[in-house]
């Protein structure tokens, strides 16, 4: 059975960190680009970034360049979200999605998979 799991969400001062980890099973990661994204509430999900199969190129939305950093350990099956500087505005689930081709951005509809989402609360 083909899964993601997030973890590693929860309560943050502004300013701090958390990385967020998506594992899968059922299937190995390192052939599938990983994107996360982010739903708060009342607004529409929003791609963050995204780390590409074959040559783990990544991206990042304007609005986390510089404090996130995305990467993978195709041992642990598992990618990463290091989440550093966070600001109230971060506050969101954010999720994993997989998809088993290169450059998809992080554009909703080309993701075949979805995790359950991770909370993430930015609040002093």
């Known amino acids: 059975q083909v899964q993601l799991v997030e973890s590693g969400g929860g309560l943050v001062h502004p300013g701090g960190s958390l990385r967020l980890s998506c594992t899968a099973s059922?299937?190995?990661?390192?052939?599938?680009?990983i994107g996360w994204f982010r739903q708060a509430p009342g607004k529409e999900r929003e791609g963050v970034s995204c780390?590409?199969?074959?040559?783990?190129?990544?991206y990042y939305e304007d609005s986390v360049k510089g404090r996130f950093i995305i990467s993978r350990d195709n041992i642990k099956n598992t990618v990463y979200l290091q989440m550093n500087s966070l600001k109230p505005e971060d506050t969101a689930v954010y999720y994993c999605?997989?998809?088993?081709?290169w450059g998809p951005g992080v554009s909703d509809p080309e993701y075949d998979f979805w995790g359950q989402g991770t909370q993430v609360t930015v609040s002093s």
């Open positions: 059922g299937f190995n990661l390192d052939y599938f680009s």
């Open positions: 780390i590409n199969n074959s040559d783990d190129s990544t």
């Open positions: 999605a997989a998809v088993a081709h």
